[in-house]
């Protein structure tokens, strides 16, 4: 068995995301490939080399392959699958673009967002908002893979795989990249951090999400946010936590002024430690929390800020 | 242009699901269905489109059992124009929906088609993406804003970290993200005019598809179970609980 680790990587740098899937497909058992597609992409594909468990890197560098536009990556995929009985890639945004179309592409079905490996063949995933856990088994030849990163401790960086070029280079006439606009940020990533502090509804404003960035700096905190604070502008949405946000799974997740909806527990409930502050007792967030303080959050907030 | 859009039959999002006690599925007997909330913002789109003068015909389609077509109705009483259902008791998986629905955009030929970005209860996100593959379109999936620009589509996506505008090829697809648009309500005279709209009925075998799932369900189980907390009086006694008891600072 072989196996092709999609590489996900963010202005030239490997994502640590990465790290988990590569244990992922350890798990699974086989060589290990990791694919590194973009433009200039050298120091990402040095950086992948290192992994543990990675016996080769193959590099796509082309302009084509720029911003991981799906329909090139998805040919470029297809077209490297054959010597392949696994693809796997990180559920990112840009996983969850790419892999289903190479699925398409050479008819099997995927298994998305795996939480756990049980054979090569068979996978755990979560269903219905992470109220269900299904065990599913693939009968195609090849299968095609999105694995949860929180769900998989990362693998080290002492390997030295060999790097090499992969010649192919597709033609892209369907789309094309017009722009982007990213959220700044000097706090850990969301989906990486070991803290996370999240607003929801109750936080009343987005300036009242400053009470959360003392906190956060004193704990090496990322900040989230429920999707009610997302979508009454408090906080731009690449911060939600849920469902149809992002998944965390920090040792401790802080939850203020979030009353605990199914969709945002989703994205929240395999943290280590759960914490609650709300005033109205009667929430569901408790029943997930392993603290819970009852209580006006701007007059806790403070206080929590300066006993840090 | 013409726009096709796909709905789902799923649970009602607010339904808090069982697990069957023999753990093959969830238990959907008796449990309220809906459409998805992506399919309807799907919805909405296409008839916003519509409202715009850039969509001339909204075709609403389904794949799934009779039942489905409940979904079907509250599409074309939100303001699609006819609706096709491809009506199959099978365990339909994204790869044999986006079969079904490659075999429907062959025949009725739509400039645009638009689907949610994940049904909440596969949470699959994929059918979209395997249609795009499929029938050879551009795909702008994680839609937040659309706009047609002369033969190209401009979509913003979301992706990790912010928002990323893309220009596809049309005809092409698109799967919508929560901040699209807001869906309406179905207002009670259209769902009475929607009874008499157009409903064709295929099936996958008329169509000439395969749609039963080639992914074998083993088993299905209720996640483990957090255990019940405690509540704490004071920050200082929390504070003190996460760095003591929890060990989780310092």
Do not use: W
Not at chain 2, 96 to 125: F, R
């Amino acid at each position: 068995m072989s196996i092709l680790v999609l590489a996900e990587h963010h202005d030239g740098q490997l994502a640590g995301a990465t790290a988990h899937v590569v244990a992922a497909a350890q798990q699974i058992g086989g060589d290990i490939d990791v694919l590194v597609a973009g433009e200039n992409v050298g120091a990402i594909a040095e950086a992948a080399a290192k992994l543990d468990g990675v016996s080769r890197v193959r590099v796509a560098d082309a302009a084509v392959y720029a911003h991981q536009l799906a329909e090139p990556m998805g040919e470029l995929l297809a077209g490297l699958a054959d010597d392949y009985s696994h693809v796997l890639a990180v559920a990112s945004t840009t996983g969850k673009n790419v892999m289903p179309r190479l699925a398409a592409l050479k008819d099997v079905a995927q298994l998305s967002e795996i939480i756990a490996v049980e054979s090569a063949d068979t996978f755990k995933r979560p269903i219905y908002a992470g109220n269900a856990i299904a065990t599913v088994q693939s009968e195609d030849a090849l299968k095609v893979v999105t694995v949860r990163a929180t769900a998989f401790d990362a693998v080290g960086e002492t390997g030295s795989a060999g790097v090499e070029a992969v010649e192919a280079v597709v033609d892209n006439a369907l789309s094309s990249f017009v722009g982007e606009e990213l959220a700044e940020s000097d706090r850990p990533e969301l989906g990486a951090a070991k803290v996370v502090v999240s607003g929801g509804r109750g936080m009343g404003s987005g300036d009242n999400f400053k009470l959360l960035e003392g906190i956060a700096d004193k704990l090496g905190a990322a900040i989230g946010a429920s999707r009610a604070a997302v979508d009454a502008g408090f906080v731009p949405n690449d911060m939600q936590v849920g469902q149809t946000g992002k998944i965390v799974a920090p040792e401790l997740y802080i939850a203020v002024g979030i009353s605990g909806a199914i969709q945002h527990l989703a994205g929240m409930k395999d943290s280590k430690v759960i914490v609650a502050i709300n005033k109205d007792e009667e929430a569901p967030i408790f029943q997930v929390a392993d603290y819970g303080l009852v209580g006006d959050l701007f007059e806790i907030l403070p206080e929590l800020e300066s006993k840090l | 242009m013409k726009v096709l859009v796909a709905v789902k039959r799923v649970i009602d999002y607010n339904v808090k699901i069982r697990v069957k006690p023999d753990n093959s599925d969830v238990d959907l007997t008796n449990v309220k269905m809906a459409m998805n909330p992506f399919c309807e913002i799907a919805v909405e789109e296409a008839v916003r489109l519509k409202e715009r003068g850039v969509a001339t015909e909204v075709v609403a389609v389904t794949v799934g059992p009779k039942a489905a077509q409940e979904q079907l109705r509250t599409a074309l009483a939100l303001g699609a124009d006819r609706a096709i259902h491809v009506q199959t008791d099978e365990r339909v998986e994204s790869l044999g929906a986006a079969k079904a629905l490659a075999k429907v955009v062959e025949e009725e030929q739509p400039e645009l088609v638009i689907l949610g970005k994940q049904a909440i209860d596969s949470d699959n996100n994929q059918t979209g993406q395997m249609l795009a593959a499929l029938t050879g379109r551009a795909q702008g999936t994680f839609a937040s804003a659309v706009e047609v620009e002369g033969d190209a589509l401009k979509v913003t996506r979301e992706i990790d970290g912010g928002l990323q505008t893309v220009s596809l090829a049309l005809p092409a697809i698109v799967t919508t993200d929560l901040r699209l648009n807001e869906p309406r309500y179905a207002k009670l005279p259209d769902i009475m005019k929607a009874k008499k709209k157009p409903l064709d009925v295929k099936t996958p075998e008329e169509l000439g598809v395969e749609v039963a799932s080639r992914l074998k369900l083993v088993r299905v189980e209720p996640p483990a179970e957090r255990q019940g907390g405690v509540k704490v009086g004071s920050v200082d006694e929390l504070v003190d609980k996460l760095k003591n008891e929890a060990k989780v600072i310092s």
